[in-house]
């Protein structure tokens, strides 16, 4: 019987969470195999500096109130792990405490660079013939991991944008004749399309917002845009627009950094939301509006995805499942089965085939025009945001769990700097 | 019997077609002496230039649906009529158009201009001898009308501004170790500092999110501001800070208009949120992230506050009950008959003694260091936002109903040029 290793990675989502109750959960009903699961207290670095969570301190109503709650219960970090070979130290000493907490299951939950990690840690446990399973377990909004066909946080963030658009659309078309007439949501996405993509679930027919959306995948065109907007004022009394913060224009500098300065000189931190909605006040003369969701997006549990939050627990719980059958260098992954109806099942890709690459948005799930979806993205992402999972509320406001987090005892001597 | 007249004015909010719901659904309770309901389409502008809605021609499906349904359902309109004695013309029109359409009835729903706007037509159908009771129904997310205890509207953007609040926190929270320390969300209130407030209710306890409210009432002092987010940082690992958009500083001036310049010269709009974000990092080098919530935070149906919608509900339907009793130049305020457990009533009040004025947060709801609410607040702010009242959803996203919108036929020979 060994113990189990636990960390969140990289930007957390409204439903990790969700995945970490999946892993916790299914690990305390195999304690025969699975002895306690230590969480790192803000990713790899709780490994690496000892700084671990007894999750068996929390109780049965805590860890099961993960599901519902957002953010990193453990705490995240923005932390890559360099080259093995570079930094070999780093990854001794996270054998070393692997070892010293007889640690046999290493699960991490994140996007791109931590499958990268995972897989590396992996490697270096077999050159230093320690033996433990490293299992990957997908989380990221972005929605950009390959193989698996989605990946959990998306749907939800997914799901707020289509809400959110939808809303502020009817907000707009009321307002428009004497008021605002452009209104643009900027939402995340820095490389790849798929949020963006997201707010185009908002319209049902010709004429619903939203009129215009723009990907990071494709060149910004000023004039095409402002005749664009131009078009959907004069045809629908206003233009709702969402765009990616990723947006770049043809010389490949993000339009967000597009020379804004302010009274100090120094450079203007986005957001790309009031530059293109300024542009089409400059054109046109337009009243604008814009909203920068940021954190919001992501963290917005209140609107969750019941398929998501469903998934992300799937995969936390796939995870421990494919440790305890002795698999390694893993991540279980979403698969379609069917689309109409949605039907999905969880599978198992190499980290090695997951690490580092990035999903952008096909070619084919953007309208001919660039500002759109096609009928392919909408069936694509339609299912992800099905049903409604609401957390329990007292007093108006969700109730989110606080972890008690009882530290382990560390058993190492040795501190170790970051 | 006579037919009725009803307008959306000002900025529209999550639950102003609640209130057109009331008035609908009243009326044709009572069709022995209301006829038909004709809504202006944007607002007075609708009446100005007899562009009208028959409500008659929607089903009651289609009605009853608006009580779920966010923005202006029959179009809104900024648009304030000018003083009586400086143009006469635009009034004169107005009881024209009455008279053509046999409107007995004149209900007008928004916020402080909207009243005034509703008193002068009580005044002119006076001074002209045309005989129409006018009433005027509450609704503003700026919570800024006096001797109502809140206004339609307010208790919904609350709710939301409260519930982001709460999750964004944690995912900050989660971040902060190695990432984002400073979050800031920018919301509505240009002069009154009641939505900002509401982000108070996210924290339960010390150190909880929000650490800083920064509010209209009180002139921004840099130093004190940059001093409260460096201890936030050192005693919590990170630090929330809930602006207002109407933020000044002690030369008066928005903060938002704080000098910043874009590319071209031109003065760079709003918002406040990323000003007084990149102050903590030109201070402290601390990561920020910040979010604009604009109209998504008056449009979020999706997490209304059921008390607001009951209440938006009640005033609509007071509105019609009150005309039906003979009652004129009055609007239905909410009375609070007790705090815990909370109990409303409507009352009544005189338009004279509504329009035109605001109500400021009191400095007793502020805390003496300024940047967070009082118990008082709480208080009151708390049961505002109590209960759900969860829209129905399709496929992933809220139905929100678009109405036919038949249009009634003119009778005048003339046009109005607005």
Same mark, same amino acid.
């Given at each position: 019987?060994?113990?189990?290793?636990?960390?969140?990675?990289? %930007?957390? $989502?409204?439903?990790?969470?969700?995945?970490?109750?999946?892993?916790?959960? $299914?690990?305390?009903? *195999?304690?025969?195999?699975?002895?306690? !699961?230590?969480?790192?207290?803000? %990713?790899?670095?709780?490994? =690496?500096?000892?700084?671990?969570?007894?999750?068996?301190? /929390?109780?049965?109503?805590?860890?099961? @109130? =993960?599901?519902?709650?957002?953010?990193?219960?453990?705490?995240?970090?923005?932390?890559?792990?360099?080259?093995?070979? +570079?930094?070999?130290?780093?990854?001794?000493?996270? #054998?070393?405490?692997?070892?010293? *907490?007889?640690?046999?299951?290493?699960?991490?939950?994140? %996007?791109?660079?931590?499958?990268?990690?995972?897989?590396?840690?992996?490697? #270096?446990?077999?050159?230093?013939?320690?033996?433990?399973?490293?299992?990957? #377990?997908?989380?990221?909004?972005?929605?950009?991991?390959?193989?698996?066909?989605?990946?959990?946080?998306?749907?939800?963030?997914?799901?707020?944008?289509?809400?959110?658009?939808?809303? &502020?659309?009817?907000?707009?078309?009321?307002?428009?004749?004497?008021?605002?007439?452009?209104?643009?949501?900027?939402?995340?996405?820095? *490389?790849?399309?798929?949020?963006? @993509?997201?707010?185009?679930?908002?319209?049902? +027919?010709?004429?619903?917002?939203?009129? #215009?959306?723009?990907?990071?995948?494709?060149?910004?065109?000023?004039?095409?845009?402002?005749?664009?907007?131009?078009?959907?004022? /004069?045809?629908?009394?206003?233009?709702?627009?969402?765009?990616?913060?990723? !947006?770049?224009?043809?010389?490949?500098?993000?339009?967000?950094?597009?020379?804004?300065?302010?009274?100090? %000189? *120094?450079?203007?931190?986005?957001? !790309?939301?009031?530059?293109?909605?300024?542009?089409?006040?400059?054109?046109?003369?337009?009243?604008?509006?814009?909203?920068?969701?940021?954190?919001?997006?992501?963290?917005?549990?209140?609107?969750?995805?019941?398929?998501?939050?469903?998934?992300?627990?799937?995969?936390?719980?796939?995870?421990?499942?494919?440790?305890?059958?002795?698999?390694? @260098?893993?991540?279980?992954?979403?698969?379609?089965?069917?689309?109409?109806?949605?039907?999905?099942?969880?599978?198992? &890709?190499?980290?090695?085939?997951? &690490?580092?690459?990035?999903?952008? =948005?096909?070619?084919?799930?953007?309208?001919?025009?660039?500002?759109?979806?096609?009928?392919?993205?909408?069936?694509?992402?339609?299912?992800?945001?099905?049903?409604?999972?609401?957390?329990?509320?007292?007093?108006?406001?969700?109730?989110?769990?606080? =972890?008690?987090?009882?530290? !382990?005892?560390?058993?190492?001597?040795?501190?170790?700097?970051?």
């Amino acid at each position: 019987m060994k113990n189990a290793f636990y960390a969140q990675s990289g %930007g957390v $989502t409204a439903v990790i969470n969700a995945s970490a109750c999946g892993v916790i959960e $299914t690990a305390r009903k *195999h304690r025969d195999k699975i002895g306690k !699961v230590y969480a790192g207290r803000h %990713g790899v670095l709780g490994a =690496l500096t000892e700084d671990m969570i007894d999750t068996s301190k /929390e109780s049965r109503a805590a860890i099961s @109130a =993960l599901r519902h709650t957002p953010g990193g219960a453990f705490g995240s970090a923005r932390y890559k792990l360099a080259g093995i070979d +570079k930094d070999r130290a780093q990854y001794a000493r996270l #054998i070393d405490i692997f070892r010293a *907490h007889d640690i046999g299951y290493f699960f991490y939950n994140g %996007g791109n660079d931590s499958m990268d990690t995972a897989q590396k840690v992996s490697e #270096i446990a077999v050159q230093m013939a320690y033996p433990i399973a490293c299992v990957g #377990i997908p989380k990221t909004v972005d929605n950009d991991l390959p193989i698996t066909d989605c990946c959990p946080g998306f749907g939800s963030a997914a799901k707020y944008i289509a809400v959110s658009t939808r809303e &502020a659309g009817l907000d707009v078309a009321s307002m428009a004749r004497t008021s605002t007439k452009v209104f643009v949501l900027e939402v995340m996405g820095r *490389h790849a399309g798929w949020m963006a @993509a997201a707010g185009g679930l908002a319209g049902d +027919k010709a004429g619903d917002a939203p009129h #215009i959306i723009l990907f990071p995948e494709i060149s910004f065109d000023r004039e095409r845009f402002l005749a664009k907007v131009k078009l959907s004022v /004069e045809k629908y009394g206003y233009c709702v627009v969402v765009v990616s913060e990723g !947006v770049r224009g043809s010389d490949g500098k993000f339009l967000a950094e597009a020379g804004t300065k302010d009274a100090f %000189g *120094h450079s203007q931190l986005g957001g !790309v939301g009031p530059v293109v909605a300024q542009m089409t006040q400059q054109a046109f003369g337009y009243k604008f509006h814009w909203a920068v969701a940021d954190y919001l997006q992501r963290s917005a549990r209140h609107i969750a995805s019941k398929v998501d939050v469903d998934q992300a627990y799937a995969v936390g719980k796939a995870a421990v499942e494919l440790a305890l059958k002795g698999r390694n @260098a893993v991540m279980p992954v979403i698969v379609r089965k069917s689309a109409k109806p949605y039907r999905w099942s969880i599978g198992e &890709a190499p980290l090695s085939e997951v &690490a580092n690459k990035e999903k952008k =948005l096909p070619r084919n799930f953007i309208t001919a025009d660039s500002f759109g979806i096609t009928a392919a993205c909408r069936n694509y992402l339609a299912p992800l945001i099905a049903g409604e999972d609401y957390p329990p509320y007292r007093n108006g406001l969700p109730t989110y769990v606080t =972890l008690k987090g009882v530290s !382990v005892v560390k058993r190492l001597r040795t501190p170790f700097v970051i």
